[in-house]
Nanobody, 128 residues
Framework: QVQLVEVGGGLVQAGGSLSLSCVAS????????IGWFRQPPGKEREFVGN????????YYAASVRGRFTISRDNANNTVYLRMNSLKPEDTAGYFC?????????????????????WGQGTQVTVSA
């Protein structure tokens, strides 16, 4: 089965940018839709966005739409999360997760419970 590792967290000033990578191993990467979630301190995990197995469809939470961009490179088993115009409220642990593809029909899954495979997370801190 697929294993996921997030890379690229860190500290950035408000208004800055940061890129995260989600690197997969094991399994067939194109069998999975990939989601990004985040968990702010003391809060529940929340949906950020997700990308279809073939990279042709992406869906974002309203809170990040227009600022964050998700892309994937199946040849390198990697999904990217590019975060621009960061705000202090974006501070959170960021996680990628894999949901098994269900044919070619794609319905964006926004609930964490729908994802079976998770990375360990990486911390993003945005200072004011």
């Amino acid at each position: 089965q697929v294993q996921l590792v997030e890379v690229g967290g860190g500290l950035v000033q408000a208004g800055g940018s940061l890129s995260l990578s989600c690197v997969a191993s094991g399994g067939t990467f194109s069998n999975y839709n990939i989601g990004w979630f985040r968990q702010p301190p003391g809060k529940e995990r929340e949906f950020v966005g997700n990308v279809k197995w073939n990279g042709l469809s992406v869906y974002y939470a309203a809170s990040v739409r227009g600022r964050f961009t998700i892309s994937r490179d199946n040849a390198n088993n990697t999904v990217y999360l590019r975060m621009n115009s960061l705000k202090p409220e974006d501070t959170a642990g960021y996680f990628c997760a894999a949901e098994t593809r269900r044919g070619d029909v794609w319905v964006p899954r926004t609930s964490a419970s729908e994802y079976a495979h998770w990375g360990q997370g990486t911390q993003v801190t945005v200072s004011a």
